[in-house]
Nanobody, 114 residues
């Protein structure tokens, strides 16, 4: 498995979780790394991306609550999720992005109870 995600779980609304993704290859070889999510009955959507230069990009629904970070030395990308809402409940996927190619990791479940 190239992308290994961890850190999901069950949390109450208002709580926090931190997701981690470890890439078996150098994350610097990709244009960007990111997190996506898919809720039941919905399409997969982008949550946060971080490019090779460390510039983040967030979905409007998570801006100000989530923070993405990268550690090139560890080939890791983390997603700090604060002020979680029930609407954040989904399977979260780590992704490595090249122009014309996107690699997916296995998902990790995040459940936020009201």
């Amino acid at each position: 498995v190239q992308l290994q995600a961890s850190g999901g779980g069950l949390v109450e609304a208002g709580g926090s979780l931190r997701l981690s993704c470890t890439n078996s290859k150098s994350i610097d070889s990709y244009n960007a790394m990111g997190w996506y999510r898919q809720a039941p009955g919905k399409s997969r959507e982008m949550v946060a991306l971080i490019d090779r230069g460390g510039r983040p990009n967030y979905a409007g629904s998570v801006k100000g609550r989530f923070a993405i970070s990268r550690d090139s030395a560890k080939n890791m990308v983390d997603l700090q999720m604060n002020s979680l809402e029930p609407e954040d409940t989904a399977v979260y996927y780590c992704s490595a992005i090249l122009i014309g190619k996107q690699i997916w990791g296995q998902g990790t479940q995040v459940t936020v109870s009201s």
